[in-house]
DNA sequence: CGCTTTGCTTGCGATTTGCAAGCGAAAAGA
DNA sequence: TCTTTTCGCTTGCAAATCGCAAGCAAAGCG
């Protein structure tokens, strides 16, 4: 008689909890979607430049949504469509996306605007700090989360 | 005529080709053994707690090394047996690995250690750095990585 | 009413996974 | 020496997942 199913991780390792979560090619793209480039819907994750397949875009976000790292709401303008969101734990996602975006322009050849990665390395915090921010505000006026984040590219102190 | 293979990314974005590299459920654990766990050896690898299947093992470790981020050498001791060694490219995926960490740490079950998780937020830098300088003085000596890291989880000014 | 958009499902072949078994070379033990 | 064990790796195979195309109901739009 088990009672419910904690789907059993391979081990109590926290960097183990967070690669059976988000460990694959294409949950983090998601979350970057929504961080920083102001996506909320199925179709504009979709028109990412990857080319995300439906099904696995579906099946991602379904995820990310049961993890409670997305939340969904419909829209009520269009009864069609949803508008998806982080919540604090999606953006406390932040800094892992971050630092996989800086070792990613680091070490490999990749259209990174430099004054971004100048920003996240020498002014990580502030950047973090201001997504945070920003989705704050962003959650509690309702009308989804930001847009182009291109705040915080200058330093601050 | 093409000159060679940089095998072709699905997009140019930084944060996609981290994933692409080590965007699976096994590399960065591989990774985390060798930073934090002084293991070197395949059958190190193989006997960590997440029991990582031997033909995926040789690959990644095969990939990994391919993409510059470990290091084989053989032990000049036992011809059967190699040694990896994470290179500058593969310390610099602490951070990352650091962030998955805490980040799992907060919102999952795991078993992780309060001292090491406090050290890793309050202190992240000064554990980053300690990583990177224990690193880089084996790599000199030659005689492997460092083995049980449980050094900077005392705070730093 | 046709026509499009949106989010999602289905089908299907290809790739990747997980697990077990096996294997050669080298080391260890008798 | 001869046997056994260890190490890293390969193979086989079933299952799961992936990527791509097509289709589809519900809702908006003309």
Redesign the pocket.
Known sequence: MTTKRPPARRSACPLNASLEIFG???SLLIVRDLLFKGRK???EFQDSEE??????L??R?KRLESEGIVERRKDP??????FYRLTEKGIDLAPVVIEMIVWGARYEKTAAPPDVIKAMTENRNAVIADLRRCWRSASQTDDAGPSLSQRSTRARR
């Open positions: 694959d090619r294409w819907t199925f179709r080319g995300i397949a439906t099904n696995i579906t099946d976000l303008q269009d009864a069609r469509r949803s």
